[in-house]
């Protein structure tokens, strides 16, 4: 572990801006399970919050109106559900409430310890009769079992003797948040849940309730425990679709009373009976002490870390933020095929839970190669939902292949705003490329048979559907590239390059499969036939990648080029993001980029163009790149370092890494920006690590930022654990576990047997 694993704040601000964003940065999650970090006790009354409780793959209908009802377009979308407050404590010292906006807070602080897998926070309160107390609440959500939220609520008396009470409320009758001024979150608030049933049983709560559409339930369950008190009286109720629980107790000046919650979530999606099951996972994780699940949870993350271990050294800072970053990621991705990882992972309601082109193009790579089964679990959601994929490409009037949605939980498109949504095709040849990063990593052939064959197949017939010959060239025709500051054209040079290498290793796929013998019950499935095969193979060499003689760069489409620059520099700082201040025809009509996207097909598809157009590309693209999408300046920084570019590589990386600790964005009150993280992941092991998984194998070139005095990351590669150390000297590579593997350094081919050295190329 790094010598931080702790992100502390000592002051806990009261301030409505930095509540709600604390509200994220401090939320608990395990990838099915995600609570939002609100103060247990509330907030005063003209307070904003968000306070919610998610699990992965949990949704509802709701309504998309359109102006105009028009063939195939969206009229209903899924969005997650806040599914109840299990976090609701109050405190009273005799007849004053605890509240940190009466009396006086003597000190106070907030963490998360990315080592233990709790965050917490402590509070030394004066209250206004006098009464002094230290408050310490720690909160976690089980990785090991996973359907577990506990909060131990401790309270020292520090001045006095006397009764204390807590107030344990379990609220079903709960909603989403809504802000109808901002795209990223639903624009009212619809009532997505109808009770069915809150009652005690044996001291524990249940509250069971349907979703209004979708047709699913969910069941909490909530067992409250006293642990030191001398004496309890305890008083139970049921308050409308919801439970409260009144346990009073006394305690001495010095002595430390503490109130154990164990909050129980389980779904219809995973469960025949999510009630049954939620007293069986209840009854486990009764059956263990506290302590025992908090040592679980150390060790799960200590494997997490030794298999994922990326340190830097000469920048505390930076380090501290980009373990915050890995962090988020195991706490946001889904451990089973039920669920993907939002663009917010669970931790708020921004973008309503729905996931993106993020996971596969931001995300799968930091699995990859660290987590592998994590990895096969993201493709398995797709392969899960190639029905859905099926259906939507027939909306769209393609007669074979899927087309996946560009947003969607449960399979089917939530993109309202087609243009820069369903219009993104390139969405096939990210999920397409997620299949074959997998298997370059792993050579997991028979997940490829049993799964990823019939993805990467079906995808590829889209492209064939979807473009058509001109001139003996493929042209793709009336679709939208990554950057959504230009939309529906006609070859878009990165969904061009992403469908040629779909089309290249649904062909490589084929052969392979045959070869082993394991193509014939898939293509009598899928009726796929030796000559479609070869119109896969003839489009790939025919697809038209656009090009410019005098400019030396790839046109991010056919008229990108005609069009007029926009003036960046002479745009006021206050009318960015663009998209929230210009009519999205004007923005259309103009060179300017929101994100990487031809810079994006260089990083991803580097071996399409030499390295002199990729260099004129990026000069090109980024005087005329905002950055308004979070996912952009970690692509630049991967680029910058292959280009050499090195001190705009770090520049990058750095806005990159400190996205969400410093919300730089100011929206991270909605929930973290996971696939930026992932981008941070990328931008030191592909960006300055020089990683790339081709066909030829692994290849690395280390180079070292100079405001560094070194780094290491771990990866695995096809089983074999790898350490790769940089310092001002030397790359070492070390073998740490399995097989001897071949693999590249520097240009050269090597075996990796024990501990391989050499000098650092200089940055």
Same mark, same amino acid.
């Given at each position: 572990?790094?010598?931080?694993?702790?992100?502390?704040?000592?002051?806990?601000?009261?301030?409505?801006?930095?509540?709600?964003?604390?509200?994220?940065?401090?939320?608990?999650?395990?990838?099915?399970?995600?609570?939002?970090?609100?103060?247990?006790?509330?907030?005063?009354?003209?307070?904003?919050?968000?306070?919610?409780?998610?699990?992965?793959?949990?949704?509802?209908?709701?309504?998309?109106?359109?102006?105009?009802?028009?063939?195939?377009?969206?009229?209903?979308?899924?969005?997650?559900?806040?599914?109840?407050?299990?976090?609701?404590?109050?405190?009273?010292?005799?007849?004053?409430?605890?509240?940190?906006?009466?009396?006086?807070?003597?000190?106070?602080?907030?963490?998360?310890?990315?080592?233990?897998?709790?965050?917490?926070?402590?509070?030394?309160?004066?209250?206004?009769?006098?009464?002094?107390?230290?408050?310490?609440?720690?909160?976690?959500?089980?990785?090991?079992?996973?359907?577990?939220?506990?909060?131990?609520?401790?309270?020292?008396?520090?001045?006095?003797?006397?009764?204390?009470?807590?107030?344990?409320?379990?609220?079903?009758?709960?909603?989403?948040?809504?802000?109808?001024?901002?795209?990223?979150?639903?624009?009212?608030?619809?009532?997505?849940?109808?009770?069915?049933?809150?009652?005690?049983?044996?001291?524990?709560?249940?509250?069971?309730?349907?979703?209004?559409?979708?047709?699913?339930?969910?069941?909490?369950?909530?067992?409250?425990?006293?642990?030191?008190?001398?004496?309890?009286?305890?008083?139970?109720?049921?308050?409308?679709?919801?439970?409260?629980?009144?346990?009073?107790?006394?305690?001495?000046?010095?002595?430390?009373?503490?109130?154990?919650?164990?909050?129980?979530?389980?779904?219809?999606?995973?469960?025949?009976?999510?009630?049954?099951?939620?007293?069986?996972?209840?009854?486990?994780?009764?059956?263990?002490?506290?302590?025992?699940?908090?040592?679980?949870?150390?060790?799960?993350?200590?494997?997490?870390?030794?298999?994922?271990?990326?340190?830097?050294?000469?920048?505390?800072?930076?380090?501290?933020?980009?373990?915050?970053?890995?962090?988020?990621?195991?706490?946001?991705?889904?451990?089973?095929?039920?669920?993907?990882?939002?663009?917010?992972?669970?931790?708020?309601?921004?973008?309503?839970?729905?996931?993106?082109?993020?996971?596969?193009?931001?995300?799968?790579?930091?699995?990859?190669?660290?987590?592998?089964?994590?990895?096969?679990?993201?493709?398995?959601?797709?392969?899960?939902?190639?029905?859905?994929?099926?259906?939507?490409?027939?909306?769209?009037?393609?007669?074979?292949?899927?087309?996946?949605?560009?947003?969607?939980?449960?399979?089917?498109?939530?993109?309202?705003?087609?243009?820069?949504?369903?219009?993104?095709?390139?969405?096939?040849?990210?999920?397409?490329?997620?299949?074959?990063?997998?298997?370059?990593?792993?050579?997991?052939?028979?997940?490829?048979?049993?799964?990823?064959?019939?993805?990467?197949?079906?995808?590829?017939?889209?492209?064939?559907?979807?473009?058509?010959?001109?001139?003996?060239?493929?042209?793709?025709?009336?679709?939208?590239?990554?950057?959504?500051?230009?939309?529906?054209?006609?070859?878009?040079?990165?969904?061009?390059?992403?469908?040629?290498?779909?089309?290249?290793?649904?062909?490589?796929?084929?052969?392979?499969?045959?070869?082993?013998?394991?193509?014939?019950?898939?293509?009598?499935?899928?009726?796929?036939?030796?000559?479609?095969?070869?119109?896969?193979?003839?489009?790939?060499?025919?697809?038209?990648?656009?090009?410019?003689?005098?400019?030396?760069?790839?046109?991010?489409?056919?008229?990108?080029?005609?069009?007029?620059?926009?003036?960046?520099?002479?745009?006021?700082?206050?009318?960015?993001?663009?998209?929230?201040?210009?009519?999205?025809?004007?923005?259309?009509?103009?060179?300017?980029?929101?994100?990487?996207?031809?810079?994006?097909?260089?990083?991803?598809?580097?071996?399409?163009?030499?390295?002199?157009?990729?260099?004129?590309?990026?000069?090109?693209?980024?005087?005329?790149?905002?950055?308004?999408?979070?996912?952009?300046?970690?692509?630049?920084?991967?680029?910058?370092?292959?280009?050499? &570019?090195?001190?705009? /590589?770090? *520049?990058?990386?750095?806005?990159?890494? =400190? $996205?969400? !600790?410093? @919300? +730089?964005?100011?929206?991270?009150?909605?929930?973290?920006?996971?696939?930026?993280?992932?981008?941070?992941?990328?931008?030191?092991?592909?960006?300055?690590?020089?990683?790339?998984?081709?066909?030829?194998?692994?290849?690395?070139?280390?180079?070292?930022?100079?405001?560094?005095?070194?780094?290491?990351?771990?990866?695995?590669?096809?089983?074999?654990?790898?350490?790769?150390?940089?310092?001002?000297?030397?790359?070492?590579?070390?073998? &740490?576990?399995?097989? /001897?593997? *071949?693999?590249?350094?520097?240009?050269? =081919? $090597?075996? !990796?047997? @024990? +501990?391989?050295?050499?000098?650092?190329?200089?940055?």
């Amino acid at each position: 572990m790094s010598r931080r694993a702790v992100y502390e704040l000592h002051d806990i601000s009261l301030e409505n801006d930095a509540l709600m964003l604390h509200e994220s940065i401090f939320h608990n999650a395990n990838g099915y399970i995600g609570v939002r970090s609100n103060f247990e006790e509330g907030y005063p009354d003209g307070y904003d919050s968000i306070r919610g409780s998610y699990l992965n793959g949990f949704y509802d209908y709701a309504e998309m109106k359109q102006a105009e009802k028009l063939y195939g377009m969206v009229e209903e979308k899924q969005t997650i559900l806040n599914v109840a407050d299990t976090q609701t404590i109050f405190l009273y010292l005799e007849d004053e409430v605890f509240s940190m906006y009466e009396g006086t807070v003597l000190s106070g602080r907030r963490w998360v310890d990315m080592e233990a897998g709790c965050t917490g926070r402590q509070v030394v309160w004066r209250s206004p009769k006098g009464k002094e107390v230290e408050i310490t609440i720690k909160r976690m959500t089980s990785f090991v079992r996973t359907s577990l939220f506990t909060i131990e609520y401790a309270v020292k008396a520090l001045n006095f003797d006397g009764e204390i009470t807590f107030v344990s409320k379990h609220e079903g009758d709960v909603s989403n948040y809504s802000n109808p001024d901002d795209p990223r979150v639903a624009a009212k608030s619809a009532r997505h849940l109808i009770p069915v049933s809150a009652k005690y049983q044996e001291d524990v709560s249940y509250v069971v309730t349907n979703t209004s559409k979708s047709n699913l339930k969910v069941c909490t369950a909530v067992k409250n425990q006293l642990q030191k008190g001398k004496g309890e009286c305890r008083e139970q109720e049921i308050c409308g679709h919801g439970a409260e629980e009144r346990i009073e107790t006394h305690i001495t000046r010095g002595a430390t009373v503490t109130l154990v919650k164990y909050s129980i979530f389980c779904d219809s999606i995973r469960h025949r009976d999510c009630k049954q099951q939620a007293e069986e996972e209840l009854k486990q994780a009764l059956g263990i002490s506290l302590e025992k699940h908090y040592e679980e949870q150390k060790a799960y993350l200590a494997n997490y870390w030794e298999q994922s271990a990326l340190e830097i050294e000469g920048d505390e800072e930076l380090s501290l933020a980009v373990r915050y970053n890995l962090y988020q990621l195991v706490q946001s991705v889904s451990k089973d095929e039920y669920g993907n990882i939002a663009a917010k992972g669970l931790s708020g309601e921004g973008y309503e839970g729905h996931y993106f082109w993020d996971t596969e193009m931001y995300i799968q790579p930091f699995f990859v190669l660290t987590n592998p089964d994590i990895s096969r679990n993201l493709i398995s959601y797709r392969y899960k939902t190639l029905d859905e994929a099926r259906e939507n490409a027939r909306i769209c009037g393609h007669k074979k292949g899927a087309l996946y949605p560009w947003r969607t939980i449960e399979g089917s498109e939530c993109s309202g705003y087609f243009v820069s949504g369903t219009a993104q095709y390139h969405i096939n040849g990210d999920i397409a490329h997620a299949v074959v990063a997998y298997y370059l990593a792993t050579k997991d052939m028979e997940f490829i048979a049993d799964q990823g064959a019939e993805i990467i197949f079906e995808t590829a017939r889209l492209w064939m559907d979807a473009g058509n010959y001109h001139r003996g060239q493929f042209h793709i025709h009336e679709v939208t590239g990554p950057d959504e500051y230009t939309c529906m054209v006609d070859n878009n040079y990165y969904t061009n390059v992403c469908a040629q290498y779909n089309l290249h290793w649904a062909v490589i796929f084929y052969r392979q499969l045959k070869d082993l013998g394991r193509i014939e019950t898939l293509a009598k499935k899928l009726s796929i036939t030796e000559q479609e095969v070869a119109d896969f193979e003839q489009a790939e060499k025919n697809m038209y990648l656009p090009y410019d003689e005098e400019l030396g760069i790839n046109p991010q489409d056919d008229t990108f080029l005609q069009k007029p620059v926009w003036d960046i520099e002479g745009t006021p700082k206050e009318n960015f993001p663009l998209l929230l201040h210009y009519h999205p025809l004007y923005l259309y009509r103009h060179q300017v980029c929101k994100q990487a996207d031809t810079v994006l097909a260089h990083f991803i598809f580097e071996d399409a163009q030499d390295m002199e157009t990729i260099q004129k590309s990026f000069a090109y693209y980024e005087k005329i790149t905002t950055h308004d999408s979070s996912l952009s300046t970690c692509i630049y920084s991967i680029v910058a370092a292959k280009l050499g &570019l090195y001190d705009k /590589a770090y *520049e990058y990386f750095g806005d990159s890494a =400190k $996205l969400d !600790l410093w @919300n +730089t964005h100011h929206n991270t009150k909605d929930g973290i920006h996971t696939a930026n993280m992932g981008g941070t992941y990328m931008t030191i092991v592909y960006g300055f690590g020089g990683l790339r998984l081709k066909e030829s194998g692994l290849y690395l070139a280390p180079l070292l930022p100079e405001q560094w005095q070194g780094y290491q990351f771990r990866i695995n590669y096809e089983g074999t654990h790898i350490q790769v150390e940089i310092d001002q000297e030397v790359c070492i590579l070390r073998l &740490l576990s399995g097989e /001897a593997k *071949e693999l590249h350094l520097y240009g050269r =081919k $090597l075996l !990796l047997e @024990n +501990t391989v050295t050499a000098k650092r190329v200089q940055a």
